[in-house]
């Protein structure tokens, strides 16, 4: 076994223990259990996703398509199409430019549009009737929101029409060790988010080599579809190196997406060689034409 595996499995499985303990009442790492109700079950409003089966946001993104690319599969740039979230996140994004990301995927064929969750009403009307799905983000793009904030937000997006939902783990709860929180803060999104896959953004380039390892293990435990590399409005974006740890992180099971920094056909094979199945990216077009993009996303 490698040295970097070996160090995979150790805290997966240090992370596996303290969960599993906390779960059961043995362990207070920063906040109490949640209470139980008379059957036994944990309460609704603080529950944690179940850790032994597949969530509905998994299967369902399996049933749809994304389950492990094969870069043999992919001959030229138009391939690459139909796994990129085709995206527009700025502030500063108006209705017509959302629009226009819409008209845009439905072109190229992409397979969807990732957009703030205040857009997502006009892009799930604007795609209505096509194969491109709306993606909102949640708790975008720092992670710092209360989890009921995120679970509301989710909700609200999705009976928006959002079909997918990108949330930020909650960086600072990850590096201070509060894994308690961060998987109830992952629980509760991925719970408000019902049969809608989750994918969780990491922000690797503010995580240390284990924090990453603990926010993938974190993030399959607490049922999410992907584990997500970055928002693309932080230090840095997406690396190859990120996203094969992920890959071995979270196995087969669970899709990997490379987001930020992917400007070009070459950075997009890169990624999927390395293990992504989805990739992020504002420059989209520029990818399946073969040309490159200064955009940052």
């Given at each position: 076994?490698?040295e ?7 805290v997966?499985?240090r ?5 599993q303990?906390?779960?059961a009442?043995?362990e207070q ?14 309460c609704a409003d ?13 299967v369902?993104?399996i ?6 690319i094969s870069p043999d599969?992919?001959?030229t740039?138009q391939d690459?199409a ?5 995206t527009?996140?700025?502030p500063?994004?108006?209705?017509d430019e959302?629009l226009?990301?819409?008209?845009e ?7 969807t ?15 209505s009737?096509?194969?491109v799905l ?8 720092l992670?710092a ?13 999705i009976?928006?029409g ?9 960086i600072g ?5 509060d894994y308690?929180?961060?998987?109830k803060d ?10 809608v ?7 690797t ?12 293990a ?12 970055s928002?693309g409005?932080s230090?840095g ?5 990120d ?6 992180v ?15 056909q ?7 060689a390395a293990g992504?199945n ?5 420059a989209s077009?520029?990818?399946v ?9």
């Open positions: 076994m490698s970097d595996a070996a160090v995979i499995d150790e997966v499985e992370v596996r223990r303290r969960l303990a906390f779960q009442g043995t790492p920063c906040t109490p259990a949640p209470k139980k109700a008379e059957s036994g079950e944990a603080s529950c944690f996703a179940c850790p032994n089966v597949d969530s509905c946001g998994t369902g993104a049933r749809t398509g994304v389950s492990r599969r992919i001959r740039s690459i139909p796994f990129i979230d085709h527009l996140l700025k500063e994004a108006t209705k959302v226009k990301l819409c008209e995927a439905k072109k190229y064929g992409f397979a549009v990732c957009v703030n969750s205040s857009n997502v009403g006009t892009a799930a009307r604007a795609l009737g096509t194969k709306p993606i909102a983000v949640v708790g975008f793009p992670g929101a209360m989890p009921s904030a995120k679970a509301f937000e989710t909700r609200e997006a009976r928006c959002a079909k997918e939902i990108d949330t930020v783990i909650n709860a990850l590096k201070a060790k308690a929180l961060v998987l992952l629980a509760m999104t991925v719970a408000a988010a019902g049969r896959p989750v994918k969780v953004i990491l922000e380039s503010q995580l240390s080599l284990e924090e990453k390892i603990v926010g993938c974190l993030s399959k435990a607490a049922g999410a579809a992907f584990v997500k590399t928002t409005f230090t974006g997406a690396t190859t190196e996203v094969a740890l992920m890959r071995k979270v196995g087969e099971d669970v899709g990997v997406k490379a987001s930020g920094g992917v400007r070009s070459d950075d997009a094979m890169k990624m999927i992504a989805r990739l992020g990216a504002s077009i520029a990818i034409t073969g040309g490159t993009s200064t955009a940052k996303y």
